[in-house]
């Protein structure tokens, strides 16, 4: 935003006997204080006299989060992309009637501690680069003329992988889950996390024509990344209840109904409340679907390629568990040293 000429500017609202008071300064620095019944009354004030005293639009942070909603809109991300980016950077932004302009580092660093006290280390630091990139794209678009957030460094040391069930466990759990599979759509969404390692948006974003061949295979079209676009094979355990969910629906429809990503996880942090065994998340039981194929014998890059990662070390680094990493090395070592390959 344009500094105002000679020192003009626009201070406020503030609360003032239950009303909002607004302080036009003058080049002297003289204080003018005008009084308004309302918030919303006090800050259009203080949007026009600025707008006026700079000779551009003022936006308030509100403002700049609908039009950055309208670019990620543009850009042809998808609709539950942009609610979760939206409800992230206005947890992170509490002050949304506040003039874009007036986001300092201070501010912006108080934004980030208030949110560092609230929320979980990888919560924090996730909704830190959003906003980050929040505000590089205000700087590219000419609302602000510097970057506020660029010196607020993300704090605490981010978990790698989520806490999984142990094989007796994971089989207490699959028991339960197949008890309530046939009359409850969640649970199959639940056993679907383990059986087939899909990310939760991928679970609850199928439509019944994704459910091909019988039901033996299930069609990723679109996902987080390029190699998520898959197609994956169906459990033949599996098959009966994802027919079910089709009936009676047009292929367009979504297979599970409409639901926010974290059902899943409901879901099986439900069944392991039922089943006795210690609560885990949807994302931990990908990873326990990673762990349990390598031990198997599935190669790193077919674990890899099923759960749609571009690289193996993503699967290693944040799935599957080390010690299936280096038992299965060690079998193929020994495999190869006893002339196989």
Same mark, same amino acid.
Request: glycine share 10%; net charge positive.
């Given at each position: 935003?344009?500094?105002?000429?000679?020192?003009?500017?626009?201070?406020?609202?503030?609360?003032?006997?239950?009303?909002?008071?607004?302080?036009?300064?003058?080049?002297?620095?003289? !204080?003018?204080?005008?009084?308004?019944?309302?918030?919303? &009354?006090?800050?259009?004030?203080?949007?026009?006299?600025?707008?006026?005293?700079?000779?551009?639009?003022?936006?308030?942070?509100?403002?700049?989060?609908?039009?950055?909603?309208?670019?990620?809109?543009?850009?042809?991300?998808?609709?539950?992309?942009?609610?979760?980016?939206?409800?992230?950077? !206005?947890?992170?932004?509490?002050?949304?009637?506040?003039?874009?302009?007036?986001?300092?580092?201070?501010?912006?660093?108080?934004?980030?501690?208030?949110?560092?006290?609230?929320?979980?280390?990888?919560?924090?630091?996730?909704?830190?680069?959003?906003?980050?990139?929040?505000?590089?794209?205000? !700087?590219?678009?000419?609302?602000?003329?510097?970057?506020?957030?660029?010196?607020?460094?993300?704090?605490?040391?981010?978990?790698?992988?989520?806490?999984?069930?142990?094989?007796?466990?994971?089989?207490?759990?699959?028991?339960?889950?197949?008890?309530?599979?046939?009359?409850?759509?969640?649970?199959?969404?639940?056993?679907?996390?383990?059986? %087939?390692?899909?990310?939760?948006?991928?679970?609850?974003?199928?439509?019944?024509?994704?459910?091909?061949?019988?039901?033996?295979?299930?069609?990723?079209?679109?996902?987080?990344?390029?190699?998520?676009?898959?197609?994956?094979?169906?459990?033949?355990?599996?098959?009966?209840?994802?027919?079910?969910?089709?009936?009676?629906?047009?292929?367009? &429809?979504?297979?599970?109904?409409?639901?926010?990503?974290?059902?899943?996880?409901?879901?099986?942090?439900?069944?392991?409340?039922?089943?006795?065994?210690?609560?885990?998340?949807?994302?931990?039981?990908?990873?326990?679907?990673?762990?349990?194929?390598?031990?198997?014998?599935?190669?790193?890059? %077919?674990?890899?390629?099923?759960?749609?990662?571009?690289?193996?070390?993503?699967?290693?680094?944040?799935?599957?568990?080390?010690?299936?990493?280096?038992?299965?090395?060690?079998?193929?070592?020994?495999?190869?040293?006893?002339?196989?390959?």
């Amino acid at each position: 935003m344009a500094r105002p000429r000679s020192g003009e500017r626009v201070l406020g609202p503030y609360p003032h006997r239950k009303q909002w008071r607004v302080f036009v300064v003058d080049e002297r620095g003289q !204080k003018t204080p005008e009084t308004y019944e309302t918030e919303e &009354e006090a800050t259009d004030v203080v949007r026009s006299l600025t707008k006026l005293l700079t000779g551009e639009e003022a936006l308030t942070v509100e403002d700049a989060l609908s039009q950055y909603e309208e670019h990620l809109h543009d850009k042809g991300n998808k609709e539950r992309s942009i609610d979760t980016t939206l409800g992230r950077l !206005k947890a992170f932004f509490s002050e949304r009637g506040l003039l874009v302009g007036r986001l300092t580092p201070a501010r912006c660093q108080g934004y980030y501690d208030a949110l560092r006290e609230k929320v979980a280390v990888d919560t924090h630091r996730n909704t830190l680069a959003q906003a980050k990139t929040f505000t590089r794209w205000c !700087k590219s678009k000419g609302i602000i003329s510097k970057d506020p957030l660029a010196a607020v460094e993300g704090k605490g040391r981010r978990k790698k992988g989520k806490e999984q069930l142990r094989i007796d466990e994971a089989r207490k759990w699959c028991k339960k889950a197949h008890e309530l599979a046939s009359g409850e759509a969640g649970a199959v969404a639940a056993l679907i996390t383990l059986l %087939m390692g899909l990310r939760a948006s991928e679970i609850v974003e199928r439509v019944v024509r994704d459910v091909d061949d019988g039901g033996r295979l299930l069609w990723i079209p679109d996902s987080k990344t390029e190699a998520g676009k898959r197609t994956v094979k169906v459990p033949e355990e599996l098959r009966p209840y994802l027919l079910q969910l089709c009936e009676g629906k047009k292929g367009n &429809e979504l297979l599970f109904g409409k639901h926010w990503r974290d059902w899943p996880r409901e879901w099986v942090q439900r069944i392991c409340g039922l089943a006795k065994v210690p609560r885990v998340t949807a994302h931990g039981m990908r990873g326990l679907h990673a762990t349990l194929g390598e031990e198997s014998g599935a190669t790193p890059e %077919m674990v890899a390629t099923t759960l749609g990662h571009v690289s193996v070390s993503t699967t290693h680094a944040h799935y599957t568990k080390r010690s299936a990493v280096d038992g299965a090395r060690q079998e193929r070592m020994l495999t190869v040293l006893e002339g196989g390959r």
